[in-house]
């Protein structure tokens, strides 16, 4: 079975600051990474597909880089709509979450 | 507009059977494999069970294989998990999710509501 983490666990920010969530897999996974929103009481938000993909509708300042087993979620100018949990998953073979990183407000 | 819809969820007693169901709507349902994603209080995301769009193929995470099966109506737009022998672990809120393209695996781009399921005595 394919293992996810991501780093930090928290991260308290400022808005306006930008924000990078680390995810890596314990094998290779090539490109089949996605990244979610989730804010308290509500379904995850798909945000970025194929490691790099921008999901439509999402604003510009999320990005995705990486490939094989490590990957990285960059906010490049926190909102106040961004403080949420974020979520990694592969999908290279079935589906695993990564644990999350809550973004707070410092 | 594509929209799923679960139902079903509940108090129930361990070792307890529940069905959920999850309506599909404003996609072509059955070209698409579907999944169910579950939520523990306070926890992370969990994948459950895919099956395919045809309903011929299922898969199930090790944690639940066996208790769980996950099933689909074409004809209905709709998707069930059938929860058997229920355990205090099972306790969560169930989300089925729709990929992204109907080629296979992919990243989740629809999530219904979730529906808690609650196994306690």
């Known amino acids: 079975d394919i293992q996810m983490t991501q780093s930090p666990s928290t991260l308290s920010a400022s808005v306006g600051d930008r924000v990078t969530i680390t995810c890596r897999a314990s094998?290779?996974?090539?490109?089949?990474l996605a990244w979610y929103q989730q804010k308290p009481g509500k379904a995850p938000k798909l945000l970025i597909y194929?490691?790099?993909s921008l999901e439509s509708g999402v604003p510009s300042r999320f990005s995705g880089s990486g490939s094989g087993t490590e990957f990285t979620l960059t906010i490049s100018s926190l909102q106040p709509d961004d403080f949420a949990t974020y979520y990694c998953?592969?999908?290279?073979?079935?589906?695993?979450f990564g644990p999350g990183t809550k973004v707070d407000i410092k | 507009e594509v929209q799923l819809l679960e139902s079903g969820g509940g108090l129930v007693q361990p070792g307890g059977s529940l069905r959920l169901s999850c309506a599909a709507s404003?996609?072509?349902?059955?070209?698409?494999?579907m999944s169910w994603v579950r939520q523990a209080p306070g926890k992370g995301l969990e994948w459950v069970s895919a099956?395919?769009?045809?309903?011929?193929?299922?898969y199930y995470a090790d944690s639940v294989k066996g208790r769980l099966t996950i099933s689909r109506d074409n004809s209905k737009n709709t998707l069930y998990l059938q929860m058997n022998s229920l355990r205090a672990e099972d306790t969560a809120v169930y989300y089925c999710?729709?990929?992204?393209?109907?080629?296979?695996?992919?990243?989740?781009?629809?999530w219904g509501q979730g529906t808690m399921v609650t196994v306690s005595s």
């Open positions: 998953q592969q999908y290279n073979s079935f589906f695993t």
């Open positions: 094998q290779s996974i090539n490109s089949w």
């Open positions: 404003g996609f072509t349902f059955s070209s698409y494999a």
């Open positions: 194929k490691a790099s």
């Open positions: 999710a729709k990929p992204l393209y109907s080629s296979g695996w992919d990243a989740f781009d629809i």
């Open positions: 099956i395919s769009g045809s309903g011929g193929s299922t």
